[in-house]
């Protein structure tokens, strides 16, 4: 479409570039870590917890984040799926950005087809108001549900949105975060608030998320981040990561592409603990890719689980992508993939029945690369 290069311009609200833009975008390298190491949350609810405890754990990993040196804490939209509390990023992550200081806090993403492109600028002109300097909005094009909750999200009639749908949307939302809807424009007279119309004011930078080529050639084209789940899609990792390097055209925000992959990853004390835990994940995940969405069960009920041979392959396929073990193990799978992948950042999601193991494994990971821990904040 003709107005889609527009979402590439990341300005300071008066349609100037940003000259900091880039450095919002571009992770710091701690301890000993290849690259920056973040945070992906999706508030899991395990099996007799509860969402409340789920959101008190999500506080604490972004706190020890925080502490640890983690550059960034995102947090996934999901809808209709009991064993994850995190449909409302907006709405965490300002509660997050009570409990913390320094670490950016972003979404992973807003699925931007469920939302009117207003009202994704309202919340993060809102969330930038509250942790100026401090927020991502990253986009996503999938529902991040089922067929039949997204259309009870978007209302009949929208499911079958035509393919350049969602860069016209994403024009759109720029435009309202810049406040600079041009002349005769039917938005024109309309303003996100908080926003530029009100005095100067920062934005969060955009990011692009897929699993697919299509936001990674977007990404490129629009010299936007790019964000790529590879914890759910590994074997499209490297071509999706070639596709945004070949098509990449530098903007106002990027003058070089600049991308991070989300990884599955759990460390524990012993490997046995962890492949304990890395079940409860996996379990889960085949009760949901086989219609049966639940809580995510104990450990106990993983390994008492009487898997089908063709049961166990999925779980077994599913594990061998996640990078877990004891910490040095996980150091050196995440190692490798940063090398092999060409990274810039890694962003790891501890998926695990207990909010405890999850905590514990950022530490551990933490602790692998000698990130620093003078800036621990007391429980």
Not at 149 to 168: H, I, N, S
Request: glycine fraction near 12%.
């Amino acid at each position: 479409m003709s107005d889609t290069g527009d979402a590439g311009r990341q300005t300071d609200g008066h349609g100037r570039g940003d000259s900091g833009a880039a450095d919002a975008i571009r992770g710091v390298v701690r301890g000993e870590a290849p690259v920056p190491l973040s945070v992906l949350d999706l508030v899991t609810v395990g099996s007799g917890s509860s969402a409340a405890a789920s959101l008190r754990t999500s506080v604490a990993i972004s706190r020890l984040a925080e502490s640890r040196g983690y550059h960034r804490h995102w947090v996934a939209e999901h809808h209709s799926m009991p064993g994850v509390a995190s449909s409302s990023p907006a709405v965490i992550l300002a509660h997050l950005a009570a409990h913390t200081t320094r670490i950016r806090l972003g979404s992973g993403g807003v699925m931007l087809p469920n939302h009117a492109p207003l009202a994704v600028a309202e919340q993060f002109g809102t969330l930038e108001a509250l942790a100026p300097g401090r927020v991502d909005l990253g986009l996503g094009r999938a529902p991040g549900t089922d067929p039949r909750t997204a259309a009870a999200l978007r209302g009949p009639g929208r499911l079958d949105e035509a393919a350049d749908e969602f860069p016209r949307r994403l024009a759109e939302l720029t435009r309202f975060l810049d406040d600079d809807f041009p002349d005769g424009h039917p938005y024109a007279r309309v303003h996100a608030v908080p926003g530029p119309v009100q005095g100067p004011a920062g934005r969060p930078p955009i990011w692009l998320l897929g699993s697919s080529g299509f936001s990674a050639r977007l990404a490129g084209e629009l010299g936007l981040p790019f964000a790529y789940a590879h914890h759910f899609s590994a074997a499209g990792t490297l071509p999706a990561l070639d596709l945004y390097r070949q098509s990449f055209r530098p903007s106002a925000v990027l003058d070089a592409p600049y991308a991070l992959i989300g990884v599955a990853a759990l460390a524990a004390d012993t490997q046995e603990e962890a492949r304990a835990q890395v079940l409860t994940g996996a379990l889960s995940m085949l009760r949901l890719r086989s219609g049966r969405p639940g809580l995510v069960p104990t450990p106990e009920e993983a390994a008492a689980y009487p898997f089908s041979p063709l049961e166990r392959e999925f779980v077994d396929g599913w594990i061998a992508n996640i990078a877990h073990g004891t910490p040095d193990e996980v150091r050196s799978r995440l190692d490798d993939l940063a090398k092999r992948t060409g990274a810039d950042e890694l962003m790891l999601t501890a998926n695990a029945h207990s909010g405890e193991a999850r905590l514990r494994s950022y530490g551990l990971v933490a602790d692998a690369y000698g990130l620093p821990t003078e800036g621990l904040i007391p429980a």
